[in-house]
């Protein structure tokens, strides 16, 4: 069920009123038809949620798309012109480096970087973000970037929830309980929901969830008999925590934030998107 300032909406209408793309309409539609409630106070909200949940897609498509390579932390490595690389196999931004300047560089030149998929995961959130508030916010919020496993800045305001209702954009896992120990980076894998049935795993490739399953079950241990499976779950960035600093609203001082995160209604954007 979706309901935008107390009021139920129609996905349909949603999509015409706001032009929304085949991701953005996928999200509205699957909230509607959940029978988990999806609850927005104003309409400025879920347009950010839909345009982030946009780029979270766009994002790992990019990060496929550039070459970046497979790797455990013992062999993971980074472009030594922006990042540090950590005794752990992570990633710290370089002095003098902006946020911004080294999450995209992991996108434009992608086959000097090797990693594990947690690390992939967020370096996804951050690109999104970055894609989706203003520059000058993004570098003072992720100043010391550290790119280890599920390390992350608090900024990013992450949440995991029990859920079935799984949305584009939303980060997934495939546990694989049998896995082989000698591949322990095959235990399972995080992915991102690409929407129309597609995820996105670092080192499993952009597969539907019968594919990704069998995926895994390949890494079992010998006389295996549980197979990999989707856990109920998803991972989702802190939408309302990032709101006030969406790129298409003008600045606010600072210290107004906590008050546009909750308290702030927009008026309504005519009467169609509606249902009743």
């Not at 999104?128 to 520059?135: F, G, Y």
């Not at 992915?191 to 890494?219: K, P, T």
């Not at 600093?245 to 600045?251: F, K, L, T, V, W």
Request: proline share 5%.
């Amino acid at each position: 069920m979706l309901i935008i300032s107390g009021r139920r909406a129609n996905p349909d209408v949603l999509a015409m009123e706001w032009g929304l793309n085949p991701v953005q309409r996928e999200v509205v539609e699957r909230m509607a038809e959940s029978q988990e409630e999806f609850s927005y106070p104003s309409p400025g909200l879920l347009q950010f949620e839909l345009k982030m949940r946009d780029h979270l897609v766009r994002s790992a498509r990019a990060l496929y798309a550039s070459g970046i390579a497979f790797s455990t932390f013992e062999q993971s490595r980074a472009n030594e012109a922006y990042w540090e690389r950590t005794e752990l196999g992570g990633f710290r931004l370089r002095p003098g480096v902006l946020p911004s300047q080294g999450i995209n560089n992991i996108f434009q030149e992608g086959r000097k970087y090797a990693t594990e998929c947690a690390t992939a995961m967020v370096a996804i959130l951050y690109h999104a973000v970055l894609q989706s508030i203003r520059r000058e916010d993004f570098e003072r919020l992720f100043a010391d970037i550290l790119l280890y496993d599920w390390r992350y800045d608090q900024d990013l305001d992450l949440q995991t929830v029990r859920t079935t209702t799984f949305l584009p954009g939303d980060i997934l896992y495939f546990a694989n309980p049998d896995h082989n120990p000698d591949k322990p980076q095959w235990q399972g894998e995080n992915a991102v929901d690409l929407g129309r049935g597609l995820y996105y795993g670092h080192g499993a490739g952009i597969r539907n969830a019968e594919s990704m399953i069998a995926f895994l079950n390949e890494q079992r241990r010998p006389g295996a008999t549980r197979s990999a499976y989707l856990v109920p779950q998803a991972t989702r960035p802190g939408f309302a925590y990032l709101f006030p600093y969406d790129n298409r609203r003008p600045q606010v001082r600072f210290e107004q934030r906590a008050a546009d995160m909750g308290s702030r209604i927009t008026a309504q954007i005519g009467s169609l998107y509606w249902e009743w």
